[in-house]
């Protein structure tokens, strides 16, 4: 059965080589720019790489049809569905040729101190064996959960702005950028479903527990998920984790989460799970940029898109073009939702997900046709 539908034209047929086993289609308002790489892809690694592909989906006998699928070809992730007549939908395409690699640090807890002579906030490179309850600002210990970093020093430079910030009322950076002040983080090199590192949170809020110790939490990122399980674990059997303890209470400790993202990561669910498992709740900033990772971005994200597409008017970053730049999200792509179907605009082109639009890749630099819009710079900075 041939292909009908004006709304999804096909950039590669099985009528233009023997070893296509499938037409692969394109929705319309992408087609013009597809049909720009088909043509000029030759000696551009860019175009090439990116039209290679789709035209990997082309030789792919057999597999089921209706689910949607993806595949990763190097820094290119395709989601893709197959049609009852075997034809493939391209639905989107997401690209992200930044750089992946993470520096080796080894999890665990470190202090990071403030440094007079670079001005700025320096983890240590020698893991501590327990937090410094004794060290406070303002009548607590600080100490922060690291989300996805490229390593410990990154992420202790940056998560001081967002504890600040989270804090402001009871902190004043200007009295802690001060020789001898430091805070705790909690550095999990990007492993936040490892079990272990998960435990080793549990024991830190055991331990400021038993010392009826005050610590202020800032939870950040992918970190937030990894304590949403210490906080589990915590509620769910308090006695086999030795948590209760003769008059001191989880209520001295405070939290306030960041740009969380993972399971049961929602505004309310983590204010829900502090109560019950006797946390202090101080807040939640959710970064609106996050659209993949944060279901609470996402939803307001799909609000304010459904008003624009009720009012049929489609610019800027959902323009006709097809080229979106989101942030850099890319190993989450997979467990985002269908968003654009879910509003009914159908982007069904391709996403470059990029740290900032002022860092182009080379994607952006050699694709005819590639418009940069930025929703953010990720979640690693205290807003988007």
């Known amino acids: 059965m041939s292909h009908k539908d004006p709304q999804w ?3 590669i047929t099985k009528q233009e080589d023997p070893n296509v086993q499938r037409n692969v289609l394109i929705k319309k308002r992408n087609y013009d720019n597809w049909l720009r790489i088909k043509r000029q892809h030759p000696g551009n690694f860019y175009m090439t790489s990116m039209f290679r592909a789709i035209y990997a989906l082309a030789l792919t006998p057999g597999a089921q049809t209706g689910a949607m699928k993806q595949e990763d070809f190097g820094p290119i992730r395709v989601q893709y569905c197959i049609e009852p007549n075997g034809d493939v939908k391209v639905l989107w395409l997401c690209i992200d040729d930044s750089p992946q690699a993470v520096v080796d640090n080894t999890p665990g807890l470190y202090k990071v101190d403030w440094d007079v002579e670079l001005k700025s906030w320096k983890s240590d490179n020698a893991p501590q064996s327990a937090m410094k309850l004794q060290h406070q600002w303002s009548g607590a210990h600080t100490a922060a959960v690291a989300g996805k970093f490229e390593g410990k020093d990154k992420a202790g430079e940056t998560l001081f702005e967002h504890i600040a910030k989270a804090y402001s009322v009871a902190l004043n950076p200007s009295t802690l950028e001060k020789p001898g002040n430091h805070y705790s983080l909690v550095w999990m090199n990007n492993d936040f479903n490892n079990q272990q590192y998960v435990k080793n949170i549990v024991s830190l809020i055991q331990d400021a527990q038993r010392q009826n110790g005050k610590v202020r939490w800032l939870v950040h990122g992918e970190g937030v998920g990894s304590f949403v399980k210490a906080l589990e674990t915590i509620q769910s059997n308090p006695l086999a984790n030795n948590v209760i303890v003769a008059g001191n ?10 740009n969380p993202r993972g399971r049961n990561t929602t505004e309310k669910a983590l204010k829900d799970l502090c109560e019950k498992a006797g946390l202090h709740y101080a807040g939640v900033q959710v970064n609106s940029s996050d659209i993949f990772a944060n279901k609470d971005a996402r939803q307001a994200f799909i609000a304010e898109v459904q008003k624009v597409a009720a009012k049929g008017v489609v610019t800027g970053s959902l323009g006709a073009v097809g080229y979106t730049t989101l942030e850099k999200s890319f190993d989450l ?8 179907a879910a509003i009914g605009i159908g ?6 997900a990029k740290e900032a639009a002022s860092k182009l890749s080379g994607y952006a630099r050699h694709v005819p046709g590639f418009v940069s819009t930025a929703f953010g710079k990720g979640n ?3 807003k988007g």
């Open 333 to 340: 792509f997979a467990a985002a939702d269908n968003i654009f």
């Open 380 to 382: 690693q900075e205290w």
């Open 9 to 11: 034209p096909a950039i």
């Open 347 to 352: 982007l069904s082109g391709y996403v470059l």
């Open 249 to 258: 209470k989880l209520e001295n400790q405070t939290v306030f989460f960041s």
